[in-house]
């Protein structure tokens, strides 16, 4: 990529404040720039940086003022929302890098399956029969897509993901490597002799338009009907989402959480990371729930942050381990006399009374 920081303003939505005809062609953090990169600042923390750069453009918020001189040769990119704008930036950089179109040799593609326009399909590639995959979408090495699965336009699917029989993956969308929809949901019912029998999963998972599903997360097709993650949610790596899980409209989960089957997650939810959320649960919209924090109960109140196990409104946990903190500071010694004097003066007092009353 070479762009004129002129062009990159146009593309960014902002102004120049130096060379307009500056060139540069490739992207890079400011502390470590050299000249013909671009950076950004939206952190006041790496705001230093500015001063010594050697970046040709530095992308900064439009109400920038520098507190001493900037170097002579650097081009400011005023913007908006810097954090924002380079972002953009990244993801035009990377749809430059995106591979060449087309069906590797040793791709296997069912002839009855419908491939659209502009796709790429890298070796060791499995599309089974009935499956239709949406223009300009990227099937990586060693995807498997399988029978009637429905994937959607500009969608790319990283090495060793996994959409497995009648799933559904919508348009532009990410999924990472070794991504698992549709696996089997954990079903099984006790039979008399101890043993437990498998429950047939005939359902299936819906993933919405502009999902992203981390590397190694596993979401399980539904007893019947479907486990569905609705259009904008981030799913992080290493997550387990149980069968007929519902998760709404723009939710973000860290990185090694657990949801068991039937629970509802409402929309623009925010789950941090380890957290365990058990089965036919209901979690409002907007909540948000620290990392490591235990579910065991419906979160009715919507916009509200939860945290501890089980999770309580966060305000109440707080107050919980303030209350543990000051007992902390008192020694088990003078914990344990305070509590024999309290009894031994309850004592006293109980025996002068009945002396008392006995005169």
């Known amino acids: ?33 050299g000249p013909g990169s671009v950076s950004f600042i939206a952190n006041p923390e790496y705001e230093r940086f500015i001063f010594t750069t050697k970046a040709s453009v530095v992308i900064v918020k439009d109400d920038f003022v520098a507190s001493e001189a900037l170097p002579s040769e ?17 993801e035009a950089y990377d749809s430059l890098l995106k591979r060449k179109e087309g069906i590797h040799v040793a791709a296997h593609v069912d002839s009855d ?3 659209g326009k502009g796709c790429y399909i890298g070796p060791g590639v499995v599309v089974e029969q009935g499956a239709v995959i949406g223009d300009r979408t990227e099937l990586h090495a060693h995807v498997h897509v399988g029978r009637g699965v ?27 490597s070794g991504a698992v929809v549709g696996s089997d949901g954990f079903g099984f019912a006790p039979v008399e002799d101890g043993s437990y ?11 919405e338009d502009f999902c992203d599903i981390g590397a190694n997360t596993t979401i399980d097709r539904a007893t019947l009907g479907s486990t569905l993650v609705q259009k904008g949610c981030k799913l992080d790596n290493l997550i387990q989402i149980a069968h007929n899980v519902v998760i709404g409209e723009c939710t973000v989960i860290a990185a090694q959480t657990g949801v068991a089957g039937s629970t509802e997650i409402g929309a623009r939810c925010m789950i941090g990371g380890q957290v365990g959320i058990g089965g036919h649960l209901k979690i409002a919209d907007g909540s948000k729930i620290a990392a490591k924090s235990g579910v065991s109960a419906s979160l009715i109140q919507a916009h509200q942050t939860y945290q501890g196990n089980p999770a ?17 500071r008192i020694p088990l010694s003078e914990r344990l006399a305070a509590i024999e004097e309290a009894l031994h003066s309850g004592q006293t007092r109980s025996a002068q009374v009945s002396t008392g009353s006995s005169r």
């Open 74 to 90: 650097l081009t400011l990119l005023r913007v908006e929302d810097p954090y924002r704008a380079f972002a953009h930036l990244l």
């Open 113 to 115: 399956a419908k491939i």
């Open 312 to 328: 309580v409104p966060v305000k109440q946990f707080q107050a919980y381990h303030i209350a543990l903190r000051r007992l902390a």
């Open 150 to 176: 429905r994937i959607g336009s500009d969608t790319v699917l990283h090495s060793h993901a996994r959409v497995l029989d009648r799933c559904v993956v919508g348009h532009q969308c990410v999924l990472q």
């Open 1 to 33: 990529m070479e762009k004129t920081a002129s062009e990159l303003a146009v593309l960014l939505s902002g102004s120049v404040a130096g060379n307009p005809d500056v060139r540069v062609k490739r992207l890079a953090k400011i502390e470590s720039a």
């Open 197 to 207: 029998a498998k429950v047939p999963q005939t359902g299936n998972v819906v993933i």
